[in-house]
């Protein structure tokens, strides 16, 4: 597998430079044991399609302008991973096939922690686990702010625009200060970081001038290699509950119920309404309930629901703060959900040693952990790819979605598996689509399945946050207004920065000019 348009001598001369520049062993060919991990191990298609040519993997900004200097010499374009690991968006594989993975997970230091100041700096290959450990070995009376798998990069997913469970869930808001190398090599910090000596580098996030660190977020006009983010200080107090619901339709009141308490902050952090089979998959496989090959039917749904004491929907949220505060606010968010008939109200206390509530009472702590992955048990052993758009947090906007995606699943044979997260004032649908990645008519249903929601979403008005590697391009042509202005611009950008086109050809639909017509 070759870079597009680049012969083999000049990429075996390529390869040749980068060992030199780097070391042998930081550079990984296909007939290396390591190249495996550098394909999308979930992929829906099959693992050539998106394959890399080789992985080097740099230790710091001088050996990644090296990198740099030799793929610009050779033409040979990269793509860019911090630790690789958001297996429901593609991995760590190349969005085209050929590209040199460009792998940061051995840049892993932790630069600084700043208790008083509530803030850490960390390289791209920190995952949330190294950070969690570093706090809690000094004794750090800081939290951070874990997505669901603990193997995690801060950076990466920070860069994705993530978002995780505690009152800091939404990971770019978070973020105050960044590094960057541009592709001819140049070093660029952001905002306050351009102040020789800079004082409060990562207090305050803007600086003088145009705002940049947005664009080189879900991005390939840059290279980051450090960035500022907040913690969250530990409360005086944590307190995670449960609310259950019994219909599917009751996702309607939930949301209308979510959004004023979200807004006025009596709900703190990541507002989580999950689906039944997302919390059952944490405890038991489809096959204990059902052997067909179509979506459940609802008599296994209810009947899970019954032995595993959940609802139709499960509400998780936490209180923080002094047991005063947390005891009047607990009673206004109880008076509120008591609205809808059949809620039942569940303290950590009640759902000892239930694994799925456990593993979401730790990520509301900012506990990072892997419980999340057994969901993929749910079809023994299982892949995902994840459709996410982003709606207002309405009742009818929720209810509506969630029977459009549902009933899209079923007709292809697929179980609905999402949960609803709100943020500030927008609220995620993360829809999980698991598939059996050996069988062939398996994948080529669920590509189906994906298809036809990137277009119904489109119809309804809903653009989504991130995508999986192959519907990149397809997710960027929804954004199309006034004649697709915004990715023109986007273009724009990426010729200035990067007029080669190296960096991560083809990532969220941004394509170097040569490859624009392909």
Same mark, same amino acid.
């Given at each position: 597998?070759?870079?597009?348009?680049?012969?083999?001598?000049?990429?075996?001369?390529?390869?040749?430079?980068?060992?030199?520049?780097?070391?042998?062993?930081?550079?990984?060919?296909?007939?290396?044991?390591?190249?495996?991990?550098?394909?999308?191990?979930?992929?829906?298609?099959?693992?050539?399609?998106?394959?890399?040519?080789?992985?080097?993997?740099?230790?710091?900004?001088?050996?990644?302008?090296?990198?740099?200097?030799?793929?610009?010499?050779?033409?040979?374009?990269?793509?860019?991973?911090?630790?690789?690991?958001?297996?429901?968006?593609?991995?760590?594989?190349?969005?085209?096939?050929?590209?040199?993975?460009?792998?940061?997970?051995?840049?892993?230091?932790?630069?600084?922690?700043?208790?008083?100041?509530?803030?850490?700096?960390?390289?791209?290959?920190?995952?949330?686990?190294?950070?969690?450990?570093?706090?809690?070995?000094?004794?750090?009376?800081?939290?951070?702010?874990?997505?669901?798998? #603990?193997?995690? @990069?801060?950076?990466?997913? $920070? &860069? /994705?625009?993530? *978002?995780?469970? +505690?009152?800091? =869930?939404?990971?770019?808001? #978070?973020?105050? @200060?960044?590094?960057?190398? $541009? &592709? /001819?090599?140049? *070093?660029?910090? +952001?905002?306050? =970081?351009?102040?020789?000596? #800079?004082?409060?580098?990562?207090?305050?996030?803007?600086?003088?001038?145009?705002?940049?660190?947005?664009?080189?977020?879900?991005?390939?006009?840059?290279?980051?290699?450090?960035?500022?983010?907040?913690?969250?200080?530990?409360?005086?107090?944590?307190?995670?509950?449960?609310?259950?619901?019994?219909?599917?339709?009751?996702?309607?009141?939930?949301?209308?119920?979510?959004?004023?308490?979200?807004?006025?902050?009596?709900?703190?952090?990541?507002?989580?309404?999950?689906?039944?089979?997302?919390?059952?998959?944490?405890?038991?496989?489809?096959?204990?309930?059902?052997?067909?090959?179509?979506?459940?039917?609802?008599?296994?749904?209810?009947?899970?629901?019954?032995?595993?004491?959940?609802?139709?929907?499960?509400?998780?949220?936490?209180?923080?703060?002094?047991?005063?505060?947390?005891?009047?606010?607990?009673?206004?968010?109880?008076?509120?959900?008591?609205?809808?008939?059949?809620?039942?109200?569940?303290?950590?206390?009640?759902?000892?040693?239930?694994?799925?509530?456990?593993?979401?009472?730790?990520?509301?702590?900012?506990?990072?952990?892997?419980?999340?992955?057994?969901?993929?048990?749910?079809?023994?052993?299982?892949?995902?790819?994840?459709?996410?758009?982003?709606?207002?947090?309405?009742?009818?906007?929720?209810?509506?979605?969630?029977?459009?995606?549902?009933?899209?699943?079923?007709?292809?044979?697929?179980?609905?598996?999402?949960?609803?997260?709100?943020?500030?004032?927008?609220?995620?649908?993360?829809?999980?689509?698991?598939?059996?990645?050996?069988?062939?008519?398996?994948?080529?249903?669920?590509?189906?399945?994906?298809?036809?929601?990137?277009?119904?979403?489109?119809?309804?008005?809903?653009?989504?946050?991130?995508?999986?590697?192959?519907?990149?391009?397809?997710?960027?042509?929804?954004?199309?207004?006034?004649?697709?202005?915004?990715?023109?611009?986007?273009?724009?950008?990426?010729?200035?920065?990067?007029?080669?086109?190296?960096?991560?050809?083809?990532?969220?639909?941004?394509?170097?000019?040569?490859?624009?017509?392909?």
């Amino acid at each position: 597998m070759l870079p597009e348009g680049v012969m083999q001598a000049d990429f075996d001369n390529a390869i040749g430079e980068l060992r030199d520049a780097l070391s042998p062993n930081a550079v990984i060919v296909q007939d290396d044991a390591r190249y495996t991990s550098y394909t999308d191990a979930y992929t829906p298609r099959q693992l050539e399609d998106n394959a890399p040519s080789a992985a080097v993997a740099p230790l710091d900004i001088d050996q990644i302008q090296r990198v740099l200097a030799i793929a610009r010499k050779w033409k040979i374009p990269l793509w860019t991973v911090s630790t690789g690991r958001n297996f429901g968006y593609g991995g760590p594989a190349p969005r085209k096939a050929g590209c040199i993975v460009l792998d940061l997970k051995r840049m892993n230091r932790i630069i600084e922690v700043n208790e008083k100041h509530a803030y850490a700096v960390v390289e791209p290959g920190v995952t949330y686990q190294d950070l969690y450990r570093y706090l809690q070995e000094r004794d750090l009376k800081l939290w951070p702010d874990p997505a669901a798998p #603990a193997w995690g @990069g801060v950076l990466g997913n $920070l &860069a /994705d625009r993530g *978002v995780g469970y +505690t009152p800091y =869930g939404e990971h770019f808001t #978070a973020q105050c @200060g960044m590094q960057v190398v $541009l &592709a /001819d090599g140049t *070093v660029v910090d +952001t905002a306050m =970081g351009t102040v020789p000596q #800079a004082r409060t580098k990562h207090l305050y996030k803007y600086g003088h001038g145009p705002w940049v660190d947005g664009i080189f977020t879900q991005s390939n006009f840059g290279i980051i290699t450090q960035i500022g983010i907040w913690l969250m200080p530990e409360p005086p107090g944590y307190r995670p509950y449960l609310i259950t619901f019994p219909e599917e339709d009751d996702i309607h009141p939930i949301t209308e119920i979510i959004r004023p308490l979200k807004i006025s902050m009596l709900i703190p952090n990541a507002a989580t309404t999950v689906g039944l089979i997302w919390e059952a998959a944490a405890k038991v496989t489809k096959a204990q309930y059902f052997d067909g090959q179509s979506a459940m039917p609802e008599s296994a749904r209810r009947k899970i629901a019954q032995d595993l004491e959940i609802g139709s929907w499960n509400f998780y949220g936490a209180l923080y703060g002094p047991e005063p505060i947390m005891d009047n606010n607990w009673k206004v968010i109880e008076e509120s959900f008591r609205q809808v008939k059949g809620a039942r109200f569940y303290s950590a206390a009640d759902r000892a040693g239930d694994a799925a509530f456990d593993y979401r009472a730790k990520l509301m702590r900012g506990i990072p952990n892997m419980t999340e992955f057994g969901l993929l048990n749910w079809l023994g052993p299982g892949s995902h790819i994840d459709f996410s758009p982003i709606s207002p947090v309405t009742g009818d906007g929720a209810l509506r979605q969630f029977h459009v995606m549902r009933d899209l699943c079923h007709r292809f044979g697929f179980d609905y598996i999402g949960e609803f997260l709100v943020g500030w004032r927008d609220m995620h649908h993360v829809l999980m689509l698991v598939f059996d990645r050996n069988d062939e008519d398996h994948k080529r249903q669920v590509r189906e399945l994906f298809t036809a929601l990137v277009e119904e979403a489109a119809r309804e008005g809903y653009g989504e946050y991130r995508t999986h590697l192959d519907y990149m391009d397809a997710i960027a042509a929804t954004y199309d207004w006034n004649d697709r202005a915004l990715y023109r611009a986007h273009e724009a950008i990426k010729d200035a920065l990067d007029p080669d086109g190296i960096l991560s050809p083809g990532k969220q639909g941004i394509w170097p000019g040569r490859s624009r017509s392909t």
